[in-house]
């Protein structure tokens, strides 16, 4: 059986990943959207912090964490928000 390198591999078919995004993109936002996945995010963190297991505890900060982080630079996230504070002028 041939081994094929990495110039090989068929570059033109976008990765699952990159299809999730596509159709994430070009769905229309709700709004406060951003409010509800931030809020979900530290949900997540309060409700696991405590667990006596570790699994629970490490799944519970992956998902705060991506949570939170998808609120603040989605696409409709809590940087655009941000920019109308007084200090937010300098988020990009």
């Known amino acids: 059986m041939p081994m094929t390198s990495r110039s090989d591999v068929d570059h033109s078919r976008p990765s699952p990943l990159q299809q999730l995004k596509a159709m994430d993109d070009a769905r229309h936002g709700i709004p ?43 696409r409709d996230g809590l940087s655009k928000v941000l920019r109308w504070t007084p200090l937010g002028g300098r988020v990009k």
């Open 32 to 74: 406060g959207e951003h409010w509800l996945v931030l809020g979900a995010g530290l949900a997540a963190w309060a409700l696991t912090r405590k667990s006596p297991s570790f699994v629970v505890r490490a799944l519970g900060m992956v998902a705060g964490t991506a949570l939170v982080g998808r609120a603040a630079s989605g």
